[in-house]
């Protein structure tokens, strides 16, 4: 699973309750994107989560 290269978010882990309070595995994914962004002037492409490119953290080539 991708990280985000600026803020190192990544997938959690945790459990599925059922009604019957059962548990099974469950992962929550992040919302990660592939996109090319400036670095030193180049346009570089990076795993970027929405919440860094929602508040500008990152500039988009």
Known sequence: ???CA???KGA???N???HSHRRSNKMWKT???SVKVNV???AKKMYVCTS???S???ERA
């Open 1 to 3: 699973m991708a990280k």
């Open 6 to 8: 600026i803020c190192q």
């Open 12 to 14: 959690h882990f945790g």
């Open 16 to 18: 599925n309750v059922s």
């Open 31 to 33: 919302n990660v994107k």
């Open 40 to 42: 030193n002037g180049a």
């Open 52 to 54: 860094c490119l929602k």
């Open 56 to 58: 500008g953290l990152v």
